[in-house]
């Protein structure tokens, strides 16, 4: 016997719908069917007007994060089954609606840039002219936390970023202390004085909500607090 | 652009439901502390005065009502040393059994305190 379930899609178009309303779509429930699945069943076969971004249908460019039953998850590996009969789909929160379950990342890369999410190297390249080598236990350092795809699922869920518009948020300082912690890094003094700012790590008050929905469970309290620890140290040291 | 409509991220994790505990004893403390300063200042009417307010708060309901405050300012003062702990790099991976620990932890000063106020409770 086949199973439905409901799918309670967030749906607005800001230049006609002065609230958001919620639809109702019914889904025939099959093996292994996924969040992301269901809804390109919904765009192809019964309203093409629902609006979701996603690609790459594999946890893997960050593309469909959605506030799915009141948390932030990737559309893409959550498996629709042990959702429940009705599964309320909405955009990221706290992010501006461009349609549906479009949300406007604007800030969000905003954020991303001033942590200067790239190798800052000195020192000239190797006279091999090949790639800059490290240690397997330097490697192991940044394991984590170059796993983030920039879903913004943390970044969303965080209060303080909800709060304090100006926050870096914990994205970006994810970021921040993959190359903060990265051996052939040598901005780090730079990307501190960026930390220690007052948008910086210290607005975060560890309330490990982009650590829990993480889809990468990447550990981003720690990161961020790793900084903490790096700026704390380093003014009381007269280092900064 | 609209934002969609959640006031606050509906987080069901150990940690917010730590800071909200955090949050809402921090701000009883505040509330306790006007209380404490209105009680204190029947002082300026003299020492009958205060004397007077003494012996009214010596009532079972305030003792209980003081147990009250002392969980209270035992979450926060506990929680406060976890949040210190991981604001200093301490522990952060472990955050969930830090702060169940401390918790628990914070019940011991409070049994003793209770087991002493108890015979001024049921008078």
């Known amino acids: 016997m086949s199973q439905t379930v409901t799918l309670r899609i967030y749906r607005r178009d800001p230049d006609l719908d002065a609230a958001p309303k919620y639809q109702n779509y019914q889904i025939e429930l099959t093996p292994g069917l996924t969040v992301l699945m269901a809804l390109y069943h919904v765009l192809e076969n019964v309203d093409k007007t629902l609006a979701f971004r996603a690609s790459c249908r594999s946890a893997v460019c960050g593309s469909c994060g959605m506030h799915i039953n009141g948390k932030n998850m990737l559309a893409c590996e959550t498996q629709l089954a042990p959702l429940g009969n009705e599964v309320l ?147 009381l040291a007269g280092r900064m | 652009m609209p934002l969609t409509k959640h006031t606050v991220y509906p987080g069901r994790g150990l940690g917010m439901w730590a800071f909200w505990l955090h949050r809402l004893t921090g701000l009883a403390i505040a509330v306790y502390l006007l209380m404490h300063i209105l009680v204190i200042s029947t002082v300026v009417g003299g020492a009958g005065n205060f004397n007077e307010a003494m012996k009214f708060l010596k009532a079972p309901i305030f003792i209980l009502l003081e147990m009250g405050l002392l969980a209270i300012i035992l979450i926060h003062g506990f929680n406060g040393a976890r949040i210190v702990l991981f604001d200093l790099g301490y522990g952060v991976k472990k955050q969930k059994p830090i702060f169940i620990a401390l918790m628990a932890l914070a019940i011991i000063p409070f049994v003793i305190a209770f087991a002493v106020a108890l015979p001024h409770i049921f008078v």
């Not at chain 1, 969000?108 to 090949?130: H, M, N, T």
């Not at chain 1, 795809?149 to 518009?165: E, F, M, Q, Y």
């Not at chain 1, 901005?187 to 650590?211: P, S």
Request: glycine share 4%.
């Open chain 1, 89 to 235: 789909i909405e955009p990221l929160p706290h992010l501006p609606v461009l349609k549906d379950l479009a949300v406007d990342m604007t800030r969000f890369w905003d954020k991303y840039e001033k942590v200067r999410p790239y190798l800052i190297a000195l020192k000239a390249p190797p006279p091999s002219g090949k790639e800059r080598l490290q240690s397997v236990e330097d490697r192991k350092k940044i394991d984590e936390f170059i796993d983030c795809i920039l879903c913004a699922c943390c970044h969303t869920s965080c209060s303080t970023a909800w709060w304090d518009k100006e926050y870096l948020g914990p994205a970006a300082l994810a970021k921040m202390y993959r190359f903060v912690a990265d051996s052939r890094d040598e901005g780090g003094a730079e990307r501190l004085q960026i930390a220690a700012r007052e948008d910086g790590v210290f607005r975060c008050h560890t309330i490990f909500n982009c650590t829990e929905e993480c889809p990468k469970k990447i550990p981003i309290t720690f990161g961020i607090q790793e900084i903490k620890k790096r700026v704390l140290w380093g003014k």
